[in-house]
Nanobody, 129 residues
Framework: QVQLVESGGGLVQAGDSLTLSCAAS????????MGWFRQAPGKEREFVAG????????YYVDSVKGRFTISRDNDKNEMYLQMNSLKPEDTAVYYC??????????????????????WGQGTQVTVSS
């Protein structure tokens, strides 16, 4: 099973940008659909963005559309979340997740946390106003 490690979080001001990275171990990274989730204090974990194993399909929650971009590099076993125009309400711990997928499903994306098989430990993003 793939193991995931996030990096790139930090403290920024509203309007700034950050790029989160998710490094995966193992040689099967390209067989997983990937996603970013976030959890703010006192709130449930929230789906943010997902990308298919092929990278051909992406999906975003409405609150980040036009500001965040998810991408992956299967040769490097890495996934990224480029976050622009950050807002205080983006403050949360961000988690990357991997869900095993049938490779015939080039565009499959999972939005339900229950569909993911592996999770990273999370990285804190704090946006000050």
């Amino acid at each position: 099973q793939v193991q995931l490690v996030e990096s790139g979080g930090g403290l920024v001001q509203a309007g700034d940008s950050l790029t989160l990275s998710c490094a995966a171990s193992g040689r099967t990274f390209s067989t997983y659909a990937m996603g970013w989730f976030r959890q703010a204090p006192g709130k449930e974990r929230e789906f943010v963005a997902g990308i298919s194993w092929s990278g051909s399909n992406t999906y975003y929650v409405d609150s980040v559309k036009g500001r965040f971009t998810i991408s992956r590099d299967n040769d490097k076993n890495e996934m990224y979340l480029q976050m622009n125009s950050l807002k205080p309400e983006d403050t949360a711990v961000y988690y990357c997740a991997a869900g095993k997928v049938d490779l015939r499903l080039l565009t499959m994306i999972f939005r339900d946390p229950a569909d993911y098989d592996a999770w990273g430990q999370g990285t804190q993003v704090t946006v000050s106003s």
